[in-house]
């Protein structure tokens, strides 16, 4: 099958077809390109950005759930104190985000179902 199709597409460049062809293979390679490189790259400058940020004091989570405050910063090594008196390594780059991101976004989270909710209760006042 595979072969059968590889010469078809050789026989097809001894003709010089329209380049119509080559586009429509093109197009949508280069698309699923574009669509997995662009994300990963915004992820990667938003997680760069985030190890820039890390400061002494400054409350984590980790990508394995783990929340602490970090008590020292070493190049590729954040100490964190989970505890008092229990302080943990780890590598900067399993710092997923700080506390402070984390409440910002539940918080949004929050206030976007609390909205329904209200909506969903005066709804039901009017109607009785």
């Known amino acids: ?4 199709l590889l010469s078809l597409v050789l026989a097809q460049s001894d003709n010089q077809g ?3 062809g080559l586009l429509i293979l093109l197009v949508p390679m ?3 390109l574009w669509l997995t490189i662009v994300p990963q790259r915004k992820q990667r400058q938003k997680q760069a950005e985030l190890m820039s940020r890390l400061a002494v004091g400054e409350e984590v989570l980790t990508n394995g759930g783990i929340i602490g405050t970090i008590t020292y910063l070493e190049d590729d090594v954040a100490h964190i ?3 008092s008196d229990v302080v943990i390594r780890v590598a900067k780059g399993a710092i997923s985000r700080t506390t402070s991101e984390a409440a910002a976004a539940a918080s949004g989270a929050r ?3 609390g ?3 209200a909506d969903d209760g005066a709804d039901d006042a009017d109607g009785e």
């Open 18 to 20: 329209s380049p119509l």
């Open 115 to 117: 909205g329904a909710k």
């Open 30 to 32: 280069g698309a699923i």
């Open 81 to 83: 104190e989970v505890d």
């Open 111 to 113: 206030r976007t179902r």
């Open 1 to 4: 099958m595979t072969t059968n």
